[in-house]
């Protein structure tokens, strides 16, 4: 089970560090994303990283402002995000995959339920 918290309200400019807690003992063994959606919007990649947290890839339209993390002895995932942007409202899940690494929403096995992130301007 995944299960992503730490959205919430802020202010453009702020920075947040969403965070996505596994359970399970195999979680060091998972490829980890994160994803965004907003309303009548295709779910979004956002960040991945590979189960060792050697590899990372990030949404272009997001490189420079966040940074995508794993504790494996804490089966935690992050994702900071700074400098947020009124245009940076979605709702973020965290997923993971034990074969798949990339941007394919599809071949993501596991979902969690997301976190809201709302950013005023």
């Known amino acids: 089970q995944l299960q992503a918290y730490g959205g919430g309200l802020v202010q453009a400019g702020d920075f947040l560090k969403l965070s996505c807690a596994a359970s399970?003992?195999?979680?060091?063994?998972?490829?980890m994303g994160w994803f965004r959606q907003t309303p009548g919007k295709k779910r979004e990649f956002v960040a991945c990283?590979?189960?060792?947290?050697?590899?990372?890839d990030y949404v272009d339209s997001m490189k420079g402002r966040i940074t995508i993390s794993r504790d494996n002895r804490k089966n935690m995932v992050y994702l900071r995000i700074i400098n947020l942007k009124p245009e940076d409202t979605a709702v973020y899940y965290c997923?993971?995959?034990?074969?798949?690494?990339?941007?394919?929403?599809?071949?993501?096995?596991?979902w969690g339920q997301g976190t809201q992130v709302t950013v005023s301007s």
């Open positions: 990283i590979s189960w060792s947290g050697g590899s990372t």
């Open positions: 399970g003992r195999t979680f060091s063994s998972y490829n």
């Open positions: 997923t993971a995959s034990d074969t798949y690494y990339g941007s394919r929403e599809l071949y993501y096995q596991y």
